[in-house]
C-alpha cells in the first residue's frame, strides 16, 4: 500500500465543535484530495490540492476549508460540525492527474452527534 | 450533482452468475479508472481504459470504454464471493480533480 495515515481513524464530536482530520503522505505525490462516502452517493470529491498552498473545491465543499502547507499534510476542517457530516472521510493522493491512478488511505470514520 | 453516474446502485447474485455495471458521463472523458472498495475497506485501483472502445480483460473482469468515451462497463463472468464489494468509476469530467461515479455494490451468494 502507497505511504498514506489518516489520523484520526476514528472520531465522535458534538454539533458546533470544530474538527481537522489529517491525511499524511510519503510518496512526495502532488495532488491530495479528500472525499466524504455515504450510502448511495459513492465517494464525492469535498476539497483538493494540486501543490502546496494551491487548493480547489470539489462538489461537496460547503462547511469545510482545507491547508496544505507541506507536501506530505493535506488537512480538513469542519469549523462547526453539524449532523449532516457524519460520514466516512477518504484522503487520496496521485502523482497528477488526468490518467494516473490514485491511493487511497484507511479512511475515518466521524460522528456528529 | 454528480457527473458520473453507475446504475444499479446495488446488484445481489448467485455465485457463478454474471455481473455488469455501468458507467456514464455527461462530458467526454479522456479516460476512465475502476477502483474496487472490499467491505470495510478503502478503494483500491483496478485498471485504466484510455482509447475510444478500448476493451481490456483481467481474468474473469472485462472493462470496456465507449466509443464516444462518455461511457463505460465492467462486467465479471462467473462471479465468486471474492467478487464482493463496491465497483466505481472514475474519470475528470471537467475538473482537474478525479470524479468518482455513485459506486454499485455488488452481493454474491454462495
Known amino acids: 500500500d502507497a505511504g498514506i495515515t489518516q489520523s484520526p481513524r476514528h472520531k465522535v464530536t458534538e454539533t458546533g465543535t470544530p474538527v481537522t482530520l489529517r491525511c499524511h503522505q510519503t510518496e512526495n505525490h502532488r495532488y491530495m484530495y479528500w472525499y466524504r462516502q455515504d450510502p448511495g452517493h459513492g465517494l464525492r470529491l469535498i476539497h483538493y490540492s494540486y501543490g502546496v498552498k494551491d487548493t480547489d473545491k470539489g462538489e461537496v465543499s460547503d462547511g469545510y476549508s482545507v491547508s496544505r502547507s507541506k507536501t506530505e499534510d493535506f488537512l480538513l476542517t469542519l469549523e462547526s460540525a453539524t449532523s449532516s457530516q457524519t460520514s466516512v472521510y477518504f484522503c487520496a493522493i496521485s502523482e497528477g492527474t488526468g490518467g494516473v491512478e490514485a491511493f487511497f488511505g484507511q479512511g475515518t470514520r466521524l460522528t456528529v452527534v | 450533482g454528480q457527473q458520473v453516474m453507475q446504475i444499479p446502485q446495488y446488484q445481489h447474485v448467485q455465485e457463478g452468475e454474471d455481473f455488469t455495471t455501468y458507467c456514464n458521463s455527461s462530458?467526454?472523458?479522456?479516460?476512465i479508472q475502476w477502483y474496487k472498495q472490499r467491505p470495510g475497506g478503502h478503494p483500491v485501483f483496478l485498471i485504466q481504459?484510455?482509447?475510444?472502445?478500448e476493451v481490456k480483460k483481467q481474468k474473469r473482469l472485462t472493462f470496456q470504454f465507449g466509443e464516444a468515451k462518455k461511457n463505460s462497463s465492467l462486467h465479471i463472468t462467473a462471479t465468486q464471493t471474492t467478487d464482493v464489494g463496491t465497483y466505481f468509476c472514475?474519470?475528470?469530467?471537467?475538473?482537474?480533480?478525479?470524479?468518482f461515479g455513485s459506486g454499485t455494490r455488488l452481493q454474491v451468494q454462495p
Open positions: 481504459l484510455v482509447k475510444s472502445g
Open positions: 462530458t467526454t472523458l479522456s479516460n
Open positions: 472514475a474519470g475528470i469530467p471537467g475538473r482537474r480533480a478525479l470524479t
